[in-house]
Every structure is written in C-alpha cells, then in structure tokens.
C-alpha cells in the first residue's frame, strides 16, 4: 500500500469506528437510580417506585425493536407506576399504531400514565392521545389522579405541552393539602414555576435527549427551547425535585454521544432532616 492508500484507509477506518460507536450510543440502554429524598415521608410511601420513560420518537431514527427492549427492563424493574414523558412520535403520527400495542406491555401496580411532547403537538396530538387510550395508557392533559397507596394518597398531575395550553391549577385541581404531589411534564424548564408554586414534590420531564449529541463546549447550542437550562439528571429547585430523563429515542439525526437513551428508576426514600442536599443532585446547569 503506497502512503496515499495508508492515509485514505486509515481515515476511512477512523470515519467507520466513529460511526459504529454513535449508533452504538443510541442503541446502549442505561438504568438510571434516582433515590429521592422526602422530608416526612409516610413509612407507607417508602420505596415507592417509579418508572419514567420519554421520548421515544419511533421511525425513522428509533426503531420499535430497541423500545420493546426498554419496556422489558421497565417491567422488570416491578414498578409501583409507569410515566411516560411524551414525544411518542416523530416524522408522521401513524407511528403510534404501532407503537401502542407494544405499550400495552407495560405493566404497574397503579398504572402507567403519560403526557404528550411537543413532537405529538406538532404531528396530532388528539391522534396520539386516542392511541394511547386505546392501549391502556391514560393520558393526562391539564389534569390529575389521585392514586391510593395503601391508606397514603399520591397526587399524579399532567401538563400539557408548551406548544399546547398549560394550566397548572388544572393538573392541580382536586389534589389535597398533604398529598404527595407528582407532576408530568414534557419539558423540564417549566420547573422554575412549579418550585415557585410550592405544591408538588416531584416533577418528572423528558425533551432535552441529554443534548443527544452531547459534545463538550456545543451541546448547549443544541438544545431545544424550554429544555436548556434544566436538560439532563436530577436538581433541586426550592423545595422541588426535578428529574430530566435523557429519553429513549433520536431524532433529527441517528445519533447520540454520551448521551446514552435512559430507563429511569425512581424511589422515594426518607429524608434525613441532617441532609438538605442529596449528593446525586447535578448543578442547575450543565
Ligand atoms: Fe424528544
């Protein structure tokens, strides 16, 4: 091989392992454990788990196979309820034909529940929600449940999209004072309004994809709006738990670096009143 041959092949090698590795990247599922920590916790609601997926954009980047996967390990992980953050659907709504029947997989002592994204508001988010229903998921839009745990009650509450309308007293309305109080909402930003209002414990969001392609110094340029400051892990907001899954699916590019899609597991554990701060908090940026 004469040096010009070298070089070329030694670039086309280069060029080769880096594609392999980012499709590796989108397709390596990583459990995250985020124990959550609770001042006054009911010894009743202790290790309450939750299970929270997001973002799964079925075709053409993310294909139905990898998110069967997913809900296998969020079926494993015997969950107390299943939250699914939205983005059901990318490039046309009759994905969720198809991806509704493998939802109906899921399976959670008090039930799996979702919100839409902005990706559902854009391709049809009434097509999107009848889907959902179809297949046992219930969709909360500007409204909430209230959940039984044994004699302890748990608020779960929906907000809708930023691209649709958002009412917060409505997600609210009919929680009561004492309820432990969760809140469903696509994107993550929104969470400097919630901790203001002071009711919910814990809101849980997707959106952000971790940056999906998250190189140092120009992920920020590639967030999207109301997913840039609060875009990946765990923060606490006044007196409010976040929790940004990176999500399971692609789209725009069929990439992700180290941003790998997330399974997250959620556990509700006592709060020491010693220990304000849980280590397992990022900064409030990235
Ligand atoms: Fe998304």
């Not at 280069?14 to 006054?40: D, H, K, M, S, T």
């Not at 875009?231 to 789209?251: E, Q, V």
């Amino acid at each position: 091989m004469n040096r010009r041959g070298f070089v070329t092949g030694g670039a086309a090698l280069a060029f080769g392992g880096l594609y392999a590795g980012l499709c590796f990247e989108g397709n390596r599922l990583v459990r995250e454990q985020v124990r959550v920590p609770i001042l006054g916790l009911p010894e009743g609601l202790e290790h309450f788990k939750i299970v929270a997926l997001s973002d799964f954009h079925l075709h053409p980047f993310t294909q139905l196979e990898f998110l069967r996967k997913a809900f296998r390990a969020a079926r494993a992980l015997n969950p107390d309820l299943i939250v699914l953050l939205g983005d059901f659907v990318d490039a046309t709504v009759d994905a969720i034909d198809e991806l509704g029947p493998a939802l109906s997989d899921l399976n959670a002592r008090h039930g799996v529940f979702a919100v839409l994204g902005n990706h559902d508001f854009r391709k049809g988010p009434a097509i999107v929600e009848r889907g959902l229903v179809r297949h046992g998921v219930e969709v909360l839009r500007n409204r909430g449940v209230g959940l039984s745990v044994g004699k302890h009650s748990v608020w779960l509450g929906g907000l809708d999209s930023y691209l649709g309308e958002q009412s917060l007293p409505a997600a609210l309305s009919g929680r009561k004072d004492g309820d432990l109080t969760l809140l469903m909402c696509h994107e993550p930003d929104i969470a400097d309004e919630i901790a203001e209002d002071g009711r919910v414990h814990i809101q849980l969001s997707g959106h952000s994809h971790g940056g999906q392609i998250n190189i140092p110094g120009l992920v920020e340029s590639g967030l999207p709006p109301m997913g840039r400051k609060y875009a990946f892990g765990s923060y606490a907001i006044k007196d409010l738990f976040l929790h940004t899954s990176r999500g399971l699916g692609m789209t725009t590019v069929p990439f992700r670096f180290r941003s790998a899609p997330e399974v997250s597991e959620i556990l509700l554990v006592r709060k020491d009143r010693e220990n304000t701060v849980s280590p397992l908090l990022n900064k409030a940026s990235i």
